[in-house]
């Protein structure tokens, strides 16, 4: 039987790429998202490439929702081999002490909680099967905030630190994980970030954001896809993709 990789945050940007990139391979996919409109959309596509999809519409943040989302992957295909724990938002650019405690919440309630929740409940699939991979999709951010995106910063660093304890805990039970993180990758996701965007902001994000090139969602999942492949080696760590940009 043919791998099954449960992708969070697939409707759009990097977890469709990487959805329909694994769909020509031959995977079985379950897809998950909030939008199930795109998300949907993204399952249509990789039926339509040969692969065997089932769509659930959740909220990463919500634990029955969770709970629910993994049950029905097992339901479907049996087991999740590999779980690309992607889903993520940005919030309006602020300086730290201008964001709300609500604003605070709710990002760190999707990609803080929402990733450790997916870890939580896939992981005993995993130590069920004898083991499995894990890809979180962390950030450049994850080494070196740029400005105005503290908040965003602090939830990409939390994220590697779950990655690299997932390194720590998991070694003897052949469950890997490893961080992926792009520096600047071309989706929407700046779309809520942009709305406090001025030309002074602007200047204060360029002045802190390291000379990189610029990815397509396409070229991050290759790495995604290659991670999958080199967890065993790479476990633990975060595969930095800023086209050139080395951080420490
Ligand atoms: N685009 C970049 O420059 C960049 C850089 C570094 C890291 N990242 C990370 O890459 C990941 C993918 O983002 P993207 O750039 O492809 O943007 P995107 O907005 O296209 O994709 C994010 C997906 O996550 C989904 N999502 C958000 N909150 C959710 C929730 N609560 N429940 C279920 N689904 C939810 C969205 O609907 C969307 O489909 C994110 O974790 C993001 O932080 C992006």
Do not use: W
């Amino acid at each position: 039987m043919s791998k099954v990789v449960l992708i969070t945050g697939a409707a759009t940007g990097l977890g469709r790429a990487t959805a329909l990139k694994l769909a020509q391979e031959g995977y079985r996919l379950s897809l998950v998202d909030y939008n199930d409109e795109d998300g949907n959309d993204t399952a249509e596509r990789a039926r339509e490439l040969g692969a065997e999809v089932i769509f659930v519409k959740a909220d990463v943040s919500k634990e029955e929702e969770v709970r629910q989302y993994v049950a029905q992957t097992v339901e479907a295909f049996g087991a999740i081999d590999y779980f690309h724990n992607n889903a993520g938002i940005m919030i309006p650019f602020r300086l730290l002490h201008e964001y709300s405690s609500e604003e605070y919440d709710r990002l760190m309630n999707i990609n803080v909680k929402g990733a450790f929740l997916g870890i939580k409940y896939v992981i005993p699939v995993m130590l069920e099967h004898g083991g499995g991979v894990i890809i979180n999709t962390v950030s450049s951010n994850s080494f070196k905030p740029t400005a105005y995106n503290g908040v965003y910063a602090a939830s990409k660093h939390a994220l590697a630190g779950l990655t690299k304890s997932i390194g720590q805990d998991y070694q003897d039970k052949h469950i890997y994980a490893v961080g992926v993180a792009p520096n600047t990758m071309q989706t929407n996701i700046s779309a809520q970030a942009i709305s406090t965007y001025t030309e002074e902001v602007g200047a204060k994000i360029a002045a802190t954001t390291a000379p990189n090139i610029p990815a397509t969602a396409e070229e991050i999942a290759d790495v995604v896809i290659f991670a999958m492949g080199g967890a065993k080696m790479l476990n633990g760590s975060v595969v930095n993709c800023a086209g050139g940009q080395i951080y420490t």
